[in-house]
């Protein structure tokens, strides 16, 4: 059965980089901001926040976010909570906060994602990212997440002939998307001569097939659809939840060429919303790396098994392609401030839905396909969803 | 209105201790196998789990805890968060499956708390439990939490005329309690004499006044009032549940002698369940601090400001007193595994309630209140409980 009234009603997110300057909670506050006093959204009408952070003890040295944050943000006092999974922090936030109100016990709740990444090093932040694999089996002897990827990739090029150029060209899509995002990282179109640059950070992973490191918050207020209607004219309703896992390690999984717990929570998501990979007008993946991308398109059913790579070739998920996907950039090219991105792409989907996606409108926006994962996909997440007029 | 349907109808803990040689994913598959296996829910019929974990990045390395945590116990696949709120991480990931059970979308789900906490030293121990204040504001400039709480001891003392011995009375009764109970880590009787050895950890907090580094899980399992009659015949109610925050920083606060957020979610806890202090027949406080016993008594309404410690002093908190408190023996003398606490007050509860606390049970067992709070209360959780049959 769908989901019985959850529905979005404002959706923001702040620009996506390097924010020299600018700490953990100012970055929070802002997008709070954007999703409420700035969307028509009364501070005093949000009844409890739920917060996606990842790994803020390593890079801020600070744990227990969420009080803090929320007292930053002009909202001391509301029932809070941080939400980490990894890379999927920011939509196990969002699930919890489908629950409460899909619970009855608050009517008008904020949900919020932040990551402040760059004030350490970048191999400190490499190794606060490694803590989303497992230490005794992975990290501890030198496997981060450019390792486990590449060797997703290898698995990817062997079982079903993907090449380099064919992840090359998920760049080239991310990054002319992103090239018309004003909040992207990257606002810049690249070649394909250019993303298949020799630059190896994991073999066969390039330079050009990882996301960057990243600062960055969104935040996204839902309510119940008797109030949603107070917020604006189009609220958009969540009809369809799903979140499954996996073993950590890449030891304990069956195949690496598709990632069962990304199966298994569209699954869940397509069931509850009664709907089907054919129903979905857009995606919006988890492409942590363009392989991800590759993989998490055919794990959501809108290709079947190895035929990922062919659907960027032949242009299907570009924009004006077929089935578009991370139609403003994605994590590759927007940026991956880790615990931000799962409310991120709600964001990308409210205002794609709404049709205030500007140059980076799909053209059917009626329902889309969310997937945000955590780990080597030992989280994901997926969220159905439908403009409320639809 | 009280909450329509979560029953609590298993729940169990770890002994609680320095663990020698147990790692931990060890100590919560033990905890799980306890509350479901062993207690007759079949792990089959769980189907997502909520988890309370407050540091493992610093004390263990490793993040991303809830799916590698879950596929040790043997529950791959299972949804899964970590939740975290300091201190309070065990009761908001309770919270958080009280939500699921409330929303319908799940039927019967397992909440789980834990930390391994001794396999750092005590100063890398005391450092990550930094983490859970303002690291801007207090921690950066040495405030740790022995240092907050010794700072909120001294008001309660010039405002009230609270003394150094009334706080070691708590001490005592703390370790009268768990004197009597197996999974205690300290499981001895101590003198007012003893208390009060004037070995000041953070004047006037001496050592005993402060809870132990600790390891340790706990797990209960929540289900529908459907379903819960499938599992037990006694199951328990939780009829109200209220979380609030607080500003980080002890400078943004009125006053250091009640922790607002530990008043406004008793509150919304009694309001949700209808029911008042008087209703209560025992407590289990977040004692991390025997000053923290003291105002918390106060807090959720036991007694006026002021007068906890009078009450502690005539034995009205006390195992045979009018209104028990940390009736097994409090995290001062259990122990206080921060991630599994919230979560073992909830076992401790469950276990008064239906009448099998052994040597430790309270004489009136119908209705409870617990209180699990992090940081220098900026977090507060409180739930309600009631035995179905009361």
């Known amino acids: 059965m769908p989901l019985k009234t959850t529905n979005i009603v404002s959706a923001a997110q702040t620009k996506f980089g390097k924010l020299d300057g600018l700490t953990l909670r100012e970055i929070f506050s802002e997008a709070v901001d954007k999703a409420t006093v700035d969307a028509g959204v009364p501070k005093e009408d949000i009844q409890a926040a739920f917060i996606g952070t990842f790994i803020p003890e390593m890079l801020v040295h600070q744990g227990h976010t969420a009080p803090l944050l929320l007292d930053y943000a002009g909202l001391k006092g509301l029932p809070a909570t941080r939400h980490e999974a990894a890379c999927a922090s920011g939509a196990t936030a969002l699930r919890a906060g489908i629950m409460a109100i899909e619970s009855g016990i608050y ?85 394909l001569e250019k993303a298949m640059t020799p630059r190896y950070i994991a073999w066969p992973l390039k330079l050009f097939d990882c996301s960057p490191i990243s600062d960055g918050a969104a935040a996204i207020v839902l309510t119940s659809a008797e109030k949603a209607k107070q917020y604006t004219d189009t609220p958009v309703r969540i009809l369809g939840t799903g979140q499954a896992s996996a073993s950590m390690n890449l030891c304990g999984r069956k195949e690496l060429t598709s990632f069962e717990a990304s199966v298994a929570a569209s699954k869940q998501a397509y069931d509850m919303a009664k709907l089907s990979p054919k129903d979905m007008d857009f995606a919006v993946v988890h492409d942590c790396f363009t392989i991800a991308e590759i993989i998490a398109s055919e794990d959501i059913g809108f290709f079947k098994p190895g035929e990922g790579a062919k659907a960027v070739r032949d242009g299907v998920t570009a924009l004006d392609g077929d089935k578009p996907i991370n139609p403003m950039g994605g994590l590759k090219a927007v940026g991956h401030p880790v615990g931000a991105t799962g409310v991120k792409q709600a964001v990308v989907i409210y205002k794609e839905l709404i049709g205030e996606a500007g140059a980076n409108q799909v053209q059917n926006h009626d329902t889309a396909i969310m997937h945000n994962f955590g780990g080597t996909g030992a989280t994901c997440v997926v969220n159905v969803m439908r403009r409320a007029d639809a």
């Open 107 to 191: 009517d008008t709740v904020l949900v919020v994602g932040a990551e402040k990444m760059t004030s350490v090093s970048t191999n400190k932040a490499t190794e606060a990212l490694a803590a989303a694999a497992d230490d005794t089996f992975e990290s501890s002897i030198g496997l981060t997440f450019p390792g486990v990827f590449g060797i997703a990739a290898v698995s990817h090029m062997q079982k079903y002939g993907t090449t380099e150029e064919d992840m090359a060209r998920v760049a080239v899509k991310a990054h002319k998307n992103a090239s018309t995002n004003p909040l992207a990282q990257f606002q810049k179109e690249i070649s």
